[in-house]
């Protein structure tokens, strides 16, 4: 099959290349020429595990291609699908410009019957604008797809190739059997293709990146209610998990929620039950506790310290997550303007994050190569991002960099009892 991939950021870049691995031709378009020569020089604009490698083999096979060109790869495309961002608005809802622009591109550029495919998360209501834009521009025939990313930046193409399923809004039965075609390689473990209409297609995705966010509000609510009941927040975790209607994904407290989907997302379900006459007073309330989350290490810092002026921390992670370099509404952009804003001097590491973090805070945060030397003559250590390899550090080594062995851990990495018997001060989220 042939397929266009309009939009090469993260979501585009993923899909085309998963796409390209299980056999089909495949252009990823951008308007941005500067990424498209990057990757047409081998090399990529976002880091995630295994997609470098797949990337490489596909173009060396010639199942995948970048260009600026959009018309020329629509005219030769059966399938084009939109992965273009949409950015959050004023109000929180989505921005469709750009959607709506590559749109109104592709109907103009069609020479046949193609299938519009809309990958980029997006309001209830987008497939029938959609529509109604393409069908302006073009004589030929053509269906609007409705077809949700749910990848999880770290494991993405896990996630793609081996789906937990795939939902398709459509309308038109032709549509149908072409998607259910491109992605019968992804299914053979008969996990569903679930097809449904484009609008509760559209509103699965909000929806179910809503329910996510919502458990890790709960849990960092929870959290804060053990710690002033001298409960301990990992055993109330552990007890609710062995409920077979709760489980144990997402009810990890911490510093709170960030990347490109759940604040987005949450924030686009809030605007567009508002337009529809709906106070989502729960999905609210859910913002409120994050936001109250990321600023919450903060608050036990100054309680500790007192005068955070002239004092100097080592921070281990920047990326909202492990496993990705994306900082976009991570804890860490809040907390360290927190913490700089206090006088404080800062130092720190992340395995992968060092070159998005410097456009964010420049030269004001030194940037260091190994987790220990940005201990050196630390105050305190903030633990941020549960990277693996901050699990298990060398505990003696950490005390003698250190000026105080002050650890706030905001990821509960480590043991409370363990971290006191090694003689440092900890603090985390809902233990006592």
Same mark, same amino acid.
């Given at each position: 099959m042939?397929?266009t ?8 870049l993923v ?6 691995d299980?056999?089909?031709?495949v ?8 990424k ?7 090399q990529?604009p976002?880091?995630?595990p ?5 990337v ?12 600026t060109?959009?018309?020329?790869a ?6 084009v699908?939109?992965?273009v ?16 622009a ?5 109907g103009?550029a069609m020479?046949?019957?193609t ?5 980029s998360?997006?309001?209830v209501?987008?497939a029938d604008?959609v ?16 077809n949700?990313?749910?990848?999880k ?16 809004g459509?309308t ?5 059997k072409?998607?259910a075609?491109l ?21 699965t995705?909000y929806?179910?990146?809503a329910m ?8 960092n609510?929870?959290a804060?209610?053990?710690e ?7 055993a109330?975790?552990?007890?609710m998990?062995?409920d ?6 997402? &009810?990890f407290?911490?510093? @709170?929620? #960030?990347g490109?989907?759940?604040p987005? =997302? ?5 605007? $567009?039950? !508002?337009d ?5 007073d729960?999905?609210?309330a ?26 100097h ?7 909202f997550?492990?496993?990705?370099d994306?900082m976009?509404e991570a804890p860490?952009?809040?907390? &360290?303007?927190g913490?700089? @804003?206090k #006088?404080?001097?800062?130092?720190a590491? =992340?395995p992968?994050a060092?070159?998005? $973090?410097? !456009?964010?805070f ?10 220990y030397?940005?201990l050196e ?23 003698k960099?250190m ?7 905001g ?6 009892v363990?971290?006191?018997e ?5 603090? #985390?989220?809902?233990r006592?």
């Amino acid at each position: 099959m042939k397929l266009t991939i309009v939009g090469s950021g993260y979501v585009g870049l993923v899909a085309g290349t998963c796409f390209a691995d299980s056999g089909n031709d495949v252009i990823c378009v951008d308007v941005d020429a500067a990424k498209i020569k990057t990757l047409n020089s081998g090399q990529l604009p976002i880091y995630e595990p295994g997609l470098e490698e797949l990337v490489r083999k596909n173009v060396r096979e010639k199942r995948l291609s970048f260009s600026t060109d959009l018309a020329s790869a629509v005219s030769q495309s059966e399938v084009v699908v939109i992965a273009v961002g949409t950015p959050e608005g004023e109000s929180g809802d989505a921005d469709l410009q750009h959607l709506l622009a590559a749109a109104e591109e592709i109907g103009r550029a069609m020479k046949g019957y193609t299938v519009l495919v809309d990958k980029s998360t997006v309001p209830v209501g987008t497939a029938d604008r959609v529509r109604e834009t393409v069908s302006r521009v073009t004589t030929h025939p053509f269906d609007v797809v409705s077809n949700p990313e749910f990848l999880k930046e770290g494991a993405a193409i896990d996630d793609f190739l081996k789906p937990d399923r795939v939902v398709i809004g459509a309308t038109s039965e032709r549509a149908q059997k072409i998607m259910a075609e491109l992605y019968a390689p992804f299914v053979r473990t008969e996990n569903p293709i679930l097809f449904m209409d484009t609008r509760s297609a559209e509103l699965t995705k909000y929806a179910s990146n809503a329910m996510l966010a919502t458990r890790i509000s709960f849990m960092n609510d929870i959290a804060m209610l053990c710690e002033r009941v001298g409960a301990d927040v990992d055993a109330v975790r552990k007890g609710m998990g062995a409920d077979s209607r709760i489980g144990y994904p997402f &009810l990890f407290p911490g510093v @709170g929620y #960030g990347g490109s989907c759940f604040p987005k =997302d949450v924030k686009a379900l809030v605007a $567009a039950a !508002r337009d529809s006459g709906i106070e989502f007073d729960l999905l609210r309330a859910v913002e409120r506790t994050n936001e109250h989350q990321k600023r919450l290490l903060l608050q036990k810092a100054m309680k500790h310290y007192g005068d955070l002026a002239g004092k100097h921390f080592a921070i281990w992670g920047l990326a909202f997550k492990p496993r990705t370099d994306d900082m976009r509404e991570a804890p860490s952009l809040v907390m &360290l303007e927190g913490l700089m @804003g206090k #006088g404080a001097t800062l130092a720190a590491h =992340d395995p992968v994050a060092t070159q998005v $973090a410097q !456009r964010h805070f420049g030269l004001r945060v030194r940037y260091t190569q190994t987790p220990y030397e940005a201990l050196e003559k630390a105050d305190g250590l903030f633990v941020l991002t549960e990277w693996n390899e901050f699990r298990r550090p060398d505990f003696d080594r950490m005390k003698k960099l250190m000026k105080q062995p002050v650890v706030f851990d905001g990821r509960n990495i480590f043991d409370p009892v363990r971290m006191r018997e090694r003689g440092f001060i900890y603090f #985390g989220i809902g233990r006592p």
